[in-house]
């Protein structure tokens, strides 16, 4: 299948395996394939994007509803997103029904997020920072990110079942030691299939904030 977007690290995992055996989650791949084609919002821009290197991008997954700006008319590209923010563009991008979640104290029914967290938490693509806290308004990094992402290709069947992680055979970055424990196989596994790659001088730079543009 042709891919009609430009690729960041949702639609590359997306339309890495576009054709499986009918199954949960085939229905959340149709359903993502059908979200990511539809444009809701025509021509949807922002002046701080103009010449940015992802423009393109944004101004694509912007239009479907996928990602929207911190403002109408602001999007900061190099600015930092929230965990919650992040577990609602997953949600979005991968078209699944809304659920609720009743796990975290900190994630009530007020709040905006409130049904995107409650999806990707009950599709096993996130988790809390404690049993009982998720931590929504905290700033995500870049092995969290990597964790979600992993966990997606997971949901979806996008993850190659003959990859046997090594700590010692796996090492891509000179920085690896700094990615924590719980994060490691997810660090080298999205790195290995493209959907995230390093910041340069061979770094990853795991505890650093996952910029909007990064998403």
Known sequence: RKLLLPPCPLTRIIFLNPFLAISEQDSARISSISLVEKIIVPGKTFPDINAHLN?????ALASRGIINGKTEDR????GTMTRAEFATIIARGLGLPQMSVANFKDVTANDWFYNYVGTAYNYGIIKGVSESEFNPNGT???EEAATMLYRTMQYLGNVNRNFKYSN????RFNDDYDVSSWAKESVSIVN?????QGVGNSKFDPKNHYTIEQS
């Open 55 to 59: 423009q393109t991008a944004i101004e």
């Open 168 to 171: 010692k055979t796996n090492r």
């Open 192 to 196: 290995d299939m493209y959907i995230m």
């Open 75 to 78: 999007f900061e590209p190099d």
């Open 140 to 142: 995500i990094t870049r």
